[in-house]
Each structure stands twice: as C-alpha cells, then as structure tokens.
C-alpha cells in the first residue's frame, strides 16, 4: 500500500493521532503543510482538528486528493462524537469542505481530542471567553451536548484522546 498520513493539529491531539498510527503501520506522517504533491499515493488518511465548524488544513488537503485515491479523514474535537446530534454536524463541517466525488468514498472517523486553556493562544483564549458569555446565556434545555461540553471543561484541562480508536481506521486502510 502506497499511503500517507497527513495532519492538521493546533494544539497537538490530532498530531498524536496520527503519529500513534504511523508508529504502528509504519506509514509517515507529516503535517498537511509540508506535504505538496500527494498525487502519487493511494491511500491518504487525514487527522484534523476541529474548530469553530471547520476541520484544520482539510479543504487545502482535499482540494488536492483524487476520487481514485482511498481516503481516510478523522477528524478530532472536544465534543464527544457518539451524540448523533455532534456527529451530525461534524458529518456537516467535513461536507463543506470536501469535493463531492472525494466525500462520496471518503471514510469518515470522529474522534475526541482535548482541551488546555493555558496552552490557548490569546486570540483563542478570546474566542472562547466569548463564545462562553454566549453559551451561558443559552438556557439549558436547549444547549446542545457539544456546548454543554465547552461550559463543563471551560478553563481546565482535559483530555479524552483514546488511541485504541486507531483500530477501526486501521482497518478502513486496507
């Protein structure tokens, strides 16, 4: 198999996803920035972080895969994937940004990263502040689980990265 795996991580879970894999495939991994021309390879899996209803460095990579190359994105968030309402809407930032063809045979994985508020750039640090005034404001029975997960963790650190959901993408690869 003629594979690669990419990544776009800000604060380093999507990072660790995709060297755990490629520690135990043995596929490189590299950060989506550095990796140009992927024609050449069969098989792309795709790490990216999740913010703000976007999915780090995924339009760039897939604006660069073909529909005959297998394609593997994860994408991974604070929120946690097995509410269907959350992988709804993950389902939705990865459709935005990824062309038809590639969508249609691409398998979809969402995982859960974390979360360090003293690791937070300031502008982020910001937006969440914010986007927290915001959510408070919102009565409870109608947050969603993805914001009652950003109010519960808001100013700590977490962390639900569990690398044993590499097994199932493994599998996809082949």
Known sequence: MNAIILYGSRYGAARRYAEA??????????????????????????FGSLYAGRVTGLAQTAARLSVRQKVVIATVGLANPDDNANADTIRAAVRRQVPDGVYAQAKLFFLRGG???????????????????????????ERTAETKAILDTYGQTVDFVDLGRLDEIEKAML
Not at 35 to 45: A, H, M, N
Not at 116 to 139: C, E, G
């Open 21 to 46: 894999l490629a520690a135990k495939t043995g596929i490189t991994a590299e950060p989506y920035r550095t990796k140009r021309d992927i024609s050449g390879y069969d098989t792309i899996i795709y």
């Open 115 to 141: 979360i360090n508020y003293k690791a937070l750039s300031l502008r982020h640090r910001v937006m969440m502040w914010a986007f927290r005034r915001i959510l408070l404001k919102t009565p409870p029975e």
